[in-house]
């Protein structure tokens, strides 16, 4: 069904020279909110990203449906022209290159805001400004800079969390940043220089943890080896060698649990009264939880916690998600292409805005699919497309 009304980013137009993760998720959320987002690819082959190997074999398929594709060689002075007439109509440029290269191919703050002084420019770098601004950094780098991998591992062996939480965060908080440039170019008229970092995102995410160091006095410890917050938070073995994650972190999910479970010779005992009480009874009661979670199978188990509403989980796999019933309900799972040629599941945009559709309007691009498209709607005639092309500045692709 067409979207009753426009989407909420329709008539904005983004012009994304971004590879890998961070830039692209902030150019992929911005598409999927409706904006018109050009993704400019180094020509004639693309995004080095569409080629990664290995566990990153589906990053550029993951981040960039939604998008054209605009091919262009910008170590050529006709390339960046041709980049150069497509800022002059541009609400957002986003960048996520090393610090420096921007400049290097003409397309650097400085150079396209006298091209259009309303453009809202969002460099995606490791480090905001400060001494560590010219460094290089990657996703798993600040995780080890900034505490997460030493807080995620066991204790002596720190571990990266088990997906690129920093890039898909940096590039969201890239996008609050652009919403407010654009809200003040609203009353200025003026666009502005925008920056969000992979170090000082993961340095957000230590929140928690520094707060917590400055009222105990103590230092935090990874959380494998974490003092616990709640009696019950912890994964079981069922009875038929599956897991399950249960929560009781409250007085009512503690006593419908009791109650359910035959426990009821605590129900008096001042030792569970409390969450912290019981949280000192720890020792005591993780193995009677576990022996009780033993008992029965892993589904029958998930129907019990659900009935006594409790908090609980299926400990899953990512290839879990395919058929999960929560995420396959109202299309929330988008069929996009792979590289392959094959479909497969992918989830939408996590939020619900009124009743706009946040769905699937263009597949991940083909390198320069819609070159010719986007440069002749910024004013590039036919003759001059073909000389572009001739001299190696573009590439035209596939539609």
């Not at 897991?243 to 426990?263: A, I």
């Amino acid at each position: 069904m067409a979207e009753a009304t426009p989407l909420p980013l329709a008539g904005v137009r983004v012009l994304e020279f971004c590879q890998t993760i961070m830039g692209p998720t902030a150019g992929m959320l911005m598409a999927d909110l409706g904006a018109d987002v050009i993704k400019i690819e180094p020509a004639p082959d693309g995004d080095k990203t569409r080629r990664l190997p290995g566990f990153a074999a589906g990053f550029f398929a993951g981040f960039n449906r939604n998008k054209r594709s605009v091919a262009l060689n910008l170590k050529s002075s006709e390339g960046q022209a041709a980049a150069h007439k497509l800022v002059e109509t541009a609400d957002v440029v986003i960048e996520n290159y090393a610090p420096g290269t921007m400049a290097k191919l003409g397309c650097d703050y400085e150079t396209l805001k006298a091209v259009n002084p309303r453009m809202v420019f969002c460099a995606l770098k490791g480090f905001l400004s400060g001494p560590y601004e010219h460094r290089l950094a990657l996703d798993e780098v600040v995780q080890f800079m900034a505490g997460m991998a030493y807080m995620t591992g066991l204790p002596g062996r720190p571990l990266r969390a088990g997906a690129s939480v920093i890039d898909i965060m940096g590039g969201t908080y890239a996008v609050i940043g652009i919403m407010c440039a654009l809200k003040e170019r609203e009353a200025s008229g003026e666009g502005q220089h925008v920056q969000s970092a992979l170090f000082e995102s993961t340095a957000f995410l230590m929140t928690q943890h520094l707060a917590g160091e400055a009222i105990t006095g103590t230092e935090t410890p990874p959380m494998p080896a974490r003092v616990g917050a709640w009696a019950v938070y912890e994964p079981f073995e069922t009875k038929d060698g599956r897991h399950v994650f249960l929560g009781l972190t409250s007085d009512n999910h503690w006593n419908r649990f009791r109650d359910k479970f035959g426990l009821d010779h605590l129900k008096d005992d001042p030792n569970y009264a409390s969450n912290e009480a019981r949280v000192a009874m720890r020792p005591v009661t993780l193995p009677m939880i576990a022996a009780i979670m033993k008992q029965y199978d892993h589904d029958e188990i998930l129907a019990l916690l659900e009935a006594i509403e409790v908090p609980f989980s299926p400990v899953a796999k990512p290839s879990d998600l395919f058929d999960d019933p929560q995420l396959n309900t109202g299309d929330r799972m988008l069929n996009v292409r792979m590289p392959t040629g094959t479909m497969t599941k992918l989830p939408r945009l996590p939020i619900e805005v009124g009743k706009h559709d946040f769905g699937l309007r263009r597949q991940p691009p083909e390198p320069g699919q819609h070159t010719a498209e986007a440069l002749m709607e910024a004013g590039i005639t036919a003759e001059e497309l073909a000389s572009l092309v001739e001299c190696g500045a573009v590439k035209l692709g596939s539609v």
